[in-house]
């Protein structure tokens, strides 16, 4: 979309030899108030420009939220905006007797799904897709849905009731200061950036009341225990115990104030998120009590001294590493914090042992000083990936309700945007191949089943195309071979991985794969796959070490052995031995991939078996400034979730879908004049128009007004 004039970039608003100047004047030239334009289909005619000016000129005069056919555009506020999300406002929206009367909102969204459970005879679960990059605003969306539909679903409550559900939804909303604390960090584009994906379902019963909830989470990104990018931070967590801890607790978990630790960079730094009490309050809500609690942060200041543990290089191969003379402390400080005996963790973090032979003889090995750094990162990261999934289990066993209890939910999905770095991973191909399924999802469910439903219907209608994503998914995850298929096999052969290698078979195989590209530039391995929201180079180098994730088996002895009793909790004694990785078992190797790709299939089923609604958050720039729109990176964020199109077919579409049931009750007396029609069945989807229309009395008229 930008343009070279002169050797400098345009953006696509200034005028000159940008191509899209065109459509502006023409928009410019018509009698509309753009910040007045609640919904995009309005603006005529759809173009990227004009849909961006339109945006531009809401922003301008703090209109944040814009219709965009089935999705909302949510634009960061960038500033404190209290008045768009107070109690009062939120029943204005609930009791609105037109929602769509009212100006967009995250909470016209919020009601829709809220009255759709309702409206139905057979009650059908919502899910609200919040989308978007980092900082563009998804975990705030999210959180503030979850506090509507607190308020909303309490002022239903009868005064035996109110306080029961009070209790409930204090519950739920206290799980996310504990799941921020611990699964969000601050990153270089979010102060509060989400680490891990969620999907919390909100649990009705019959009269609309929350009952309870239940959270699924998504691939933490466990390696920032052990590093932080520069001018990043770790987890929340850590800074709260090591600014917020009284003098008794700073004692106990040996944390004196001014304390350095290497895995605590940036923490002059003070953020909002740094509330220890908030954090320790909302776990106590949840059931978590002190003696728990204590035993939590105990071991997360075991891992901060965990991290201050270096080693020399060992004379010759045959002897251990020694830890540098400054860190000696720290072993003994982690050992007692962890309980675990001193010389068991020397041990494991300095040497391999390996079993051969037919005696199964156990061999060691002395681990060199990079092997011991990646021990000790190993037994941090596997540490802190199982209590953040403990502290899950332990929140939906507080906040889940008795099945009996709920017949319905409204869930709401809060995932890692699109990700394209200057070095991209694993980790980034996971987090595409998510947002590539919820784009198939969005396609499917949108843009396809609309276009065919009126074909079918016999409409008047001119295609219009969009991006289908198919092929580049059949490249991630289709059978019999795909990366994923390729990579996973890799950690199957378990040969000493080798990035060219993968590279080749990945190009013989599915290089007649359109989406499939090589930067034939870089001397590194790498693959390009042409995402629908732009191509991404993906480095070979190191990705099937990460997906095979390895944990040294020592390691889990070591923490088995561990006197703690959480510890104990988290690594049970009779726990079976990780991957065979060894190739030794018949058993498919359990990789990252394999995993991720179960779980995203299993929220895909749930999706689709729900209602969706659309929240596309959007950052009006990348610094985080209140009031100030870069149509440069706005655009690109319209482009990524494929607006235009969106708008395009929702502009030429109909507004207006009622079902046959819900249409001939409402003009039941026009039908008395025509000849009797068949009643349809009393089950229809909400907005599916049926056969009948062809047939119906108005069959004359034209389409839109057939369906209107
Ligand atoms: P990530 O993918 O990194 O987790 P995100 O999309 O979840 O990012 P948020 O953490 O929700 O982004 O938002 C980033 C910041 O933007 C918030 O901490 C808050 O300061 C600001 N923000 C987002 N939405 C709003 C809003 N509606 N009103 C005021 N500020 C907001
Ligand atoms: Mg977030």
């Not at 998120?273 to 003696?291: N, P, Q, R, Y």
């Not at 359990?590 to 950052?619: A, D, G, N, W």
């Not at 128009?689 to 389409?703: D, G, R, V, Y």
Request: proline letters at 6%; one cysteine or more; hydrophobic letters at 35%.
């Amino acid at each position: 979309m930008l343009q070279q004039v002169n050797g400098q970039e345009t953006s696509p608003l200034s005028c000159g030899n940008d191509p899209l100047s065109e459509d502006l004047q023409v928009f410019l030239g018509s009698d509309f108030q753009l910040a007045e334009l609640d919904d995009l289909t309005k603006v005529n005619p759809v173009t990227p420009a004009t849909v961006l000016r339109c945006l531009q000129e809401r922003y301008q005069v703090d209109v944040f939220y814009t219709t965009a056919g089935c999705t909302l555009v949510a634009l960061n506020p960038f500033k404190p905006v209290p008045h768009l999300y107070c109690p009062e406002l939120m029943r204005d929206y609930h009791i609105a007797p037109q929602l769509q009367k009212l100006k967009p909102h995250i909470f016209t969204v919020g009601e829709q799904s809220y009255r759709n459970v309702k409206s139905l005879l057979e009650p059908v679960d919502q899910s609200i897709i919040v989308s978007g990059e980092s900082g563009a605003g998804k975990t705030w969306t999210s959180r503030c849905l979850m506090k509507f539909y607190a308020t909303v679903a309490n002022s239903s409550a009868s005064q035996e009731t109110h306080e029961t559900v009070e209790r409930i939804e204090k519950r739920v909303l206290d799980s996310n200061p504990v799941m921020e604390a611990f699964g969000n960090a601050c990153t270089l584009r979010n102060s509060n950036s989400s680490r891990f994906g969620k999907y919390i379902q909100l649990q009705l019963n019959r009269a609309q009341q929350m009952t309870g909830a239940s959270v699924q989470t998504y691939l933490l990104e466990k390696t920032r225990v052990a590093y932080q990018a520069p001018l990043e931070r770790n987890f929340h967590i850590f800074y709260q115990i090591t600014k917020g801890a009284s003098s008794s607790e700073r004692l106990e978990w040996h944390l004196p104030e001014g304390a350095a630790f290497h895995w605590l960079p940036n923490s002059d730094r003070t953020l909002e998120e740094d509330c220890f009490e908030v954090t320790k309050d909302a776990m106590l809500h949840l059931g978590i009590d002190h003696s728990t609690q204590n035993n939590i942060f105990k071991i997360l200041s075991g891992l901060l001294h965990l991290g201050n543990i270096h080693f020399d290089d060992s004379e010759d191969e045959s002897q251990v590493c020694q830890p540098q003379e400054d860190a000696k402390c720290f072993v003994m400080t982690t050992a007692s914090l962890l309980w675990i005996p001193k010389e068991e963790l020397m041990e494991t973090l300095r040497v391999r042992t390996i079993t051969a032979g037919k005696q199964q003889q156990v061999f060691r090995k002395p681990c060199s000083r990079a092997e011991c750094e990646t021990r000790r990162d190993c037994l941090a990261k596997v540490t802190y990936a199982r209590l953040f999934d403990w502290l899950v289990s332990v929140i939906n066993g507080s906040i889940c309700a008795e099945p009996s209890t709920w017949t319905t939910f409204i869930g709401l999905l809060d995932v890692y945007g699109f990700e394209c770095f200057p070095n991209n991973n694993l980790e980034q191909l996971c987090i595409n191949y998510a947002n590539e399924k919820l784009q198939q999802h969005f396609v499917a469910h949108y843009l396809r089943a609309q276009q065919e439903e009126y074909a079918a219907e016999g409409l008047e209608w001119s295609f219009i195309s969009y991006q289908d994503n198919q092929s580049c998914l059949d490249l991630i995850e289709g059978s019999p071979v795909s990366i994923c298929s390729l990579i996973n096999e890799e950690c199957r052969l378990n040969r000493p991985s080798n990035a060219t290698q993968l590279q080749t078979r990945i190009e013989s195989t599915l290089s007649s794969n359109a989406s499939l590209n090589r930067n034939k530039f870089s001397k590194d391995p790498n693959f390009i796959i042409a995402h629908y929201a732009g191509p991404v180079q993906y480095q070979i180098e190191g990705m099937v070490e990460k997906n095979k994730d390895p944990v040294p088996p020592e390691l889990t002895r070591l923490l088995q052995h561990s006197q703690d009793s959480l510890l104990q909790k988290l690594f049970p004694s009779q726990e079976k031995e990780p991957n065979d990785l060894l190739g030794q078992s018949r058993a498919p190797v359990v990789t990252v991939v394999s995993r991720f790709k179960s779980s995203l299939e299993q929220l895909m089923q749930v999706l689709h078996s729900t209602t969706p609604h659309y929240i596309r958050c959007i950052k009006p720039n990348s610094h985080g400034h209140a009031q100030r729109f870069r149509a440069k990176e706005v655009l690109s964020q319209l482009e990524a979730c494929g607006i235009v199109e969106t708008v395009h077919i929702s502009a030429a579409g109909f507004p207006i879908r009622v079902s046959f049931q819900s249409f001939l009750e409402r003009y039941d007396l026009l039908r008395k004049s025509y000849p009797s029609q068949p009643r349809p069945s009393s089950r229809l989807p909400s907005s599916s128009p049926t056969k009948e229309h062809s047939a119906s009395p108005f069959a004359n008229l034209s389409p839109k007004r057939r369906w209107c």
